[in-house]
């Protein structure tokens, strides 16, 4: 098990901006394929961002692009999720997930290509 550590969720005003932030405890960011998934009861986990192993390809789900922003720091060993003009349809339960790919190229959008799971961050939006 890799312990994914988040923080960050709140309670932001419709076009507010919130930053989530995860790390695996104990190991390096470096060391995993990340993203980060949301989820709102009775539905099916969502891709929202996901950064390769290497680093360098990023992919973002159709709904958040051009208003949230997936970056490493690896100095740092954390990843973030920067979200700006916040709707009340991004309400959700916010999920980093991290799995130990091979392929450093390799950007991972499907929830059941990660095998470790944070616990999960509320974000909700009012209108």
């Known amino acids: 098990q890799v312990p994914l550590v988040e923080s960050g969720g709140g309670l932001v005003q419709t076009g507010g901006s919130l930053r989530l932030s995860c790390a695996p405890s104990g190991r390096a960011v470096t060391d995993y394929a990340m993203g980060w998934f949301r989820q709102d009861p009775g539905k099916a986990r969502e891709i929202v961002a996901a950064?390769?192993?290497?680093?360098?390809?990023?992919l973002y789900g159709n709904s958040v692009k051009g208003r949230f922003t997936f970056s490493r720091n690896d100095a740092a060993n954390m990843i973030y999720l920067q979200m700006h003009s916040l709707k009340p349809e991004d309400t959700a339960v916010y999920y980093c997930?991290?799995?130990?790919?091979?392929?450093?190229?390799?950007?991972?959008?499907?929830?059941?290509?990660?095998?470790?799971w944070g616990q999960g961050t509320q974000v909700t939006v009012s209108s």
């Open positions: 997930a991290a799995d130990s790919k091979s392929n450093l190229l390799l950007v991972a959008t499907s929830a059941d290509e990660y095998r470790y």
């Open positions: 950064i390769s192993r290497g680093g360098v390809n990023i």
